[in-house]
């Protein structure tokens, strides 16, 4: 039964929207002051003209295992104060909730919200596309059920059974849709797997098995992405809502995705906003040859897109 911090967790957690103006996490923001973000006129102007919208998020790393979260509203690239996280890797609903938390075996998740966050054990954040928040704590899927109003929060919480892989711990989850869950887990001889789980606890396929496989992420709906192995010589496998593997530089994303660190889907699922070489790149998802992609100037570690 979730103890009392679960329960906590549950009661703040209903209802979590992301501000434009959250003094959550300050700490020493002004360590992280505006002035590394020099994004040109030129790249609002192009996003403007695409009508291009929502709020990117990302995490600009401090110093070892520090990172601020920051946040830009599109098209006009207004950028809110920057916040000190302690993990530099995030998960982004489709409204804009922000749970910041790396993957398993991690520590603590934080849940953004209009005034202190919520903190709890947990770890490998995921959205549903429905923004039912789901996480993973000793090894087995968690979710809080949306819009829960009951008078015990932790009546909120609630196990995603999933069957279990003897041996094997869960890394990472990604939801490819309302129904299928993505998830990475390790295996013997340092093999990661990614599973797809269907509604009813089914396997939709074998799944797929690389040394090095990491950064399991959401590509809109019915797809998923995982990296195989780092830059220069990883790449990115797109996953169908089957598990099948797509292939590197799969019909969904374009070469110079190849030495990315992190991407984020647009609410509206037309739009890809991937790192490469320092900056962040904004194109059309499904565009494997961008011709003028947007260029934002931002030194990113990790990356989500949200409606607000």
């Known amino acids: 039964m979730p103890n009392r911090g679960t329960a906590l967790l549950v009661a703040a957690i209903v209802g979590l929207g992301v501000a ?3 003094d959550a996490l300050r700490g020493d923001s ?7 973000l020099t994004t040109t006129g030129s790249g ?18 401090l110093r070892p295992g520090q990172c601020a979260l920051r946040s830009l509203a599109l098209p006009g690239l207004e950028a809110t104060s920057a916040f000190d996280v302690g993990s530099c890797w995030i998960a982004t609903s489709i409204g804009g909730r922000v749970a910041v938390g790396g ?4 520590g603590d998740i934080s849940v953004l919200g209009p005034s202190q966050p919520v903190r709890f054990r947990g770890c490998a954040p995921a959205w549903k596309p429905d923004g039912t928040l789901t996480f993973v704590r000793q090894n087995r899927v ?10 015990v929060p932790s009546d909120c919480l609630r196990l995603t059974p999933v069957r279990s892989h003897p041996g094997e711990v869960i890394r990472e989850l990604a939801w490819i849709d309302d129904e299928r869950l993505a998830i990475l887990v390790d295996g013997p001889g340092r093999i990661e ?4 789980y269907e509604a009813g606890l089914r396997l939709a396929g074998p799944g797929l098995s690389f040394p090095g496989l990491s950064y399991l992420r959401s590509l809109g709906p019915g797809r998923a992405v995982v990296r195989s192995g780092q830059p220069p010589d990883g790449g990115l496998l797109t996953i169908d809502r089957r598990g099948r593997a797509g292939g590197f530089f799969g019909p969904a994303l374009p070469r ?4 990315g660190q ?3 889907v647009s609410p509206d699922g037309a739009w890809v906003a991937s790192t490469s070489g320092g900056a962040v790149h904004v194109y059309r998802l499904g565009d494997r040859r961008p011709l003028d992609p947007v260029r934002i100037d931002i030194d990113a570690v990790d990356l989500g897109w949200g409606a607000s």
């Open 262 to 264: 992190a991407l984020a």
């Open 103 to 106: 993957p398993c075996p991690g």
């Open 142 to 151: 968690f979710e809080v059920e949306n819009g829960c109003t009951r008078p």
């Open 30 to 36: 002004d360590s992280a002051s505006k002035s590394d």
């Open 20 to 22: 434009a103006g959250v």
């Open 44 to 61: 609002a102007q192009k996003l403007a003209s695409r009508q291009i919208t929502g709020v990117l998020h990302f995490t600009v790393r």
């Open 193 to 196: 797997s990614v599973f797809v």
């Open 256 to 259: 110079f995705l190849a030495d």
